[in-house]
């Protein structure tokens, strides 16, 4: 089955663990390889767990995906999965991210990358320089780092070549803090690089070699750890290392003209980018390459809705600040060392603003410091970003109307052509922003996801209602509403029967508020939960904040059943209350509690019902009613609640009957067959209710002719059975007989008789 994947269709992670006895979601640990180039189909495995069956893959940009049909029993292995996927000709090379649906749900998603150099994989003998893998520029080779050990490639490369150098790892997702140095034939380290501004913890350098011969790449942990989980890229070739695009950021339907930044950039041109108006991704992927190099490289360019401004040089000093217009985005770099820039603004008294750094989230090594100037000079806020994911913010009331200027440099005086920062400048809404605890919500057919909503808050204490928004019409929502005063609420999903086992759906979690006479939105962010999926990753692809995946499982399975002895439930006149059992049959590993309710009782009548405690198998509902009403059956419903893994479960008994009879039951026995002339027991068992026990009289009907019983038969006062001898004459008549015993005692100063059922007696020849 061919899917098409649009360009920002995403789905984020779990958060609901299906039953332990039906089938699970998928998992994805690793794809080889890693990387598909544009334009052209590449077979790509994914490895994992719960694979089989998958029916649907999704990725984070445009590109065509079918099940390989050239692989044996493709899609049979719980362990993988292989894909034919062609990424859209003429997409730059990027980071996106890829996921799995099947018949147990989809899997959380896992970071992938389009790249335009080709693939080799390695070999696991190279750790040694002399066993090091022979690698022909350009490429690019997917790895894995094993503990204490070194990874080792070999090149020939001549005077004057230009190798540029990078590795994909903590960018992909994984654990794996690389370090990379270029050695010459003799073991002498030309290059070596840890830990690049702008990239996290990967690492890249670009290198001219200086003398014909054979060159060696060595890789390695930083700190010495490995295992499957920690993989890497490593491209090699002649392309430029970007990081970031200046401006940072474009407004919609616009058309900049960007330049690349990074460490290594000269000689690239700038170029045009299209901003689409329509389109929904907070980023546009550029790449640059140069014109006789070999491989590209990429950057994000950030979109917004509003204006966006530019610094004009020189602006160091407050007189030669840069006019801009407020609201708008500010971009600026600082282009050297001790580089510091001034944007003058006018606003009013009483207005206020805040004024949001961004430089890491756009692979800006730049601390920022910001600080505000009234007119004459006085600093009215500052505020300086120095660690963290978090930038630095000022929130500012102007106090009149005026001229003030924003001073904006770097907390450490650094600078470079890729020292670029955007400052966010808009007006102050009072509000909230919304975080969720999950990226992926699976959830069994008809069934319920969970998941819990963080608000922080504004200037704003009311309530925030939850809503989700593009995964279809008929989820149910309950406990969707952070109250007054609170911050947080956990709510519950429950999915239409129309989204069937295997569905794969793209939603947004939105909450929406009346804060005084403005209606508020925001979408609940998911980055911080992306962070910890891809292994502390700081800036996730921006495309995945906020999307969470919405995939759906098999039917959940029965995991309780309940029971009534005989379906019956008696009710003795006179007494007016009785007691019955509800028991339950507890399966695949069910322990919680049984919530239960009855429906159906005559007028006049109530019942004490309790749960089925945590770990019990019955419990006992008390029922009261009239005294004096008259015998009679009347139908009953039993119905049982419980709650496993969080999917709701209501098992029904329709077939219980509620019988009004006399206070008193009489059942008669015989020990066994009765021989002419001999004697056999019968016994006679009283069943009473209530708190009475009287003697009770007894007299037998339908006895055959030539047997004989005690004339006078007592069920003593507080005893509940009487045994007595049965004799047959010689001649007593042959066969099959049914006798009742009749009853008759007082109840509350009432007499009262009854007949039991006919009891079987054979009499038979010895």
Not at 412 to 417: F, Q
Not at 577 to 597: C, I, P, Q, Y
Request: glycine share 12%; with cysteine; hydrophobic share 40%.
């Amino acid at each position: 089955m061919k899917q098409v994947a649009s360009y920002f269709t995403l789905f984020a992670m779990l958060a609901v663990a299906l039953p332990v006895f039906g089938q699970a979601p998928p998992t994805l640990g690793s794809a080889s390889p890693t990387a598909m180039a544009p334009g052209q189909g590449t077979n790509v495995t994914l490895s994992g767990g719960n694979l089989t069956g998958a029916t649907k893959i999704w990725l984070s940009f445009p590109a065509t995906a079918e099940l390989a049909a050239d692989v044996a029993n493709n899609g049979q292995d719980a362990g993988q999965t292989t894909w034919r996927i062609t990424p859209a000709a003429g997409l730059g090379p990027g980071i996106g991210a890829v996921r799995v649906a099947g018949p147990g749900g989809i899997s959380p998603p896992m970071l992938v990358a389009v790249d335009d150099l080709a693939t080799v994989t390695d070999n696991g003998q190279n750790k040694t320089v002399e066993t090091a893998q022979e690698i022909t520029l350009p490429t690019a080779i997917d790895g894995v780092c094993e503990a204490e050990s070194f990874d080792f490639y070999r090149f020939e490369g001549h005077a004057g070549q230009r190798v540029s150098v990078e590795v994909l790892a903590r960018r992909l997702g994984t654990p794996l803090d690389p370090v990379v140095r270029l050695l010459d034939a003799s073991g002498r380290e030309l290059a070596y690089s840890d830990d690049e501004p702008g990239l996290g913890s990967d690492c890249r350098f670009a290198y001219e070699l200086t003398a014909d011969g054979t060159y060696y790449l060595e890789i390695r942990d930083i700190r010495y750890q490995g295992g499957g989980a920690h993989r890497y890229r490593l491209r090699v070739g002649n392309f430029p290392l970007t990081t970031g695009t200046f401006p940072v950021a474009a407004q919609k339907g616009t058309t900049p003209r960007i330049e690349w930044v990074g460490p290594a950039v000269e000689g690239l041109a700038s170029a045009s980018v299209n901003v689409p108006r329509d389109t929904a991704s907070p980023t546009v992927w550029t790449a640059a390459a140069y014109p006789s190099g070999q491989g590209s490289g990429w950057a994000s360019l950030s979109v917004s809705s509003g204006v966006e401004a530019i610094e004009f040089e020189p602006n160091d000093t407050a007189e030669q600040a840069s006019p801009v217009e407020l609201p708008a985005g500010i971009n600026g770099r600082f282009a050297a060392p001790r580089d510091r820039d001034f944007y003058q603004f006018a606003a009013k008294g009483g207005t206020r603003y805040t004024f949001r750094g961004e430089t890491r989230e756009h692979g800006s090594p730049t601390d920022l410091y910001l600080r505000l100037y009234k007119a004459d000079g006085s600093v009215l806020a500052e505020a300086e970003d120095s660690a963290g994911n978090e930038e630095g913010v000022l929130d500012v009331t102007f106090p009149e109307d005026g001229t003030y200027r924003l001073e904006v440099e770097d907390l450490l005086r650094r600078g470079g052509s890729d020292h670029v920062y955007r400052i966010d400048a808009q007006p102050y809404q009072p509000g909230f922003t919304l975080a969720i605890e999950a990226t992926t919500l699976n959830a069994p057919q008809s069934g319920v996801f969970v998941a819990k909503v963080t608000s922080a808050r504004r200037d704003y204490n009311g309530p925030i209602t939850l809503s989700i928004e593009g995964a279809g019409e008929g989820i149910a929502l309950a406990d969707h509403v952070i109250p007054e005063g609170k911050n947080e609420t956990t709510f519950r999903a429950t999915l239409p029967a129309s989204l069937a086992a295997g569905t794969l759906a793209n939603a947004r979690i939105v909450g929406r508020a009346k804060v005084g006479e403005a209606d508020v939105s925001a979408v609940a962010h998911t980055l911080p939960t992306l962070r910890g999926q891809f292994n502390g990753l700081p800036y996730p692809p921006a495309e995945l904040d906020g999307v969470v995946g919405i995939g759906v499982g098999p039917a959940f399975a029965d995991f309780f059943k309940l029971a009534v002895d005989g379906d019956l439930v008696t009710f003795p006149q006179l007494i007016g209350t009785t007691s019955f059992e509800v028991k339950t049959e507890r399966l695949n590993g069910f322990d919680e509690a049984v919530a239960l309710a009855i429906e159906g009782l005559p007028a006049g009548f109530s019942a004490e019902v309790k749960p089925i405690e945590k770990g019990q198998a019955s419990a006992a509902i008390a029922v009261k009613g009239p005294a004096t009403i008259a015998e009679g059956d009347y139908p009953l419903v039993i119905r049982g609640s419980g709650n496993f893994q969080n999917q709701p479960r209501t098992v029904t008994l329709e077939s219980v009957t509620l019988r009004v009879g006399k206070p008193l039951g009489i059942t008669a026995a015989a020990a066994g067959p009765l021989v002419t002339g001999t004697t056999q027991k019968l016994k006679l068992t009283a069943h009473r209710f209530g708190e009475e026990k009287g003697a009770i009289q007894l007299a037998l009907q339908g006895l055959p002719l030539g047997v004989s019983a005690p004339t006078e038969i007592t069920i003593a006062e507080g005893q509940n059975e009487v045994e007595i001898d049965l004799t047959a004459a010689a001649d007593a008549m042959l066969g099959q007989a049914q006798i009742t015993a009749i009853g008759s005692t007082t109840v509350q100063g009432r007499a009262i008789s009854v007949t039991s059922s006919p009891a079987p007696l054979e009499v038979k020849m010895p």
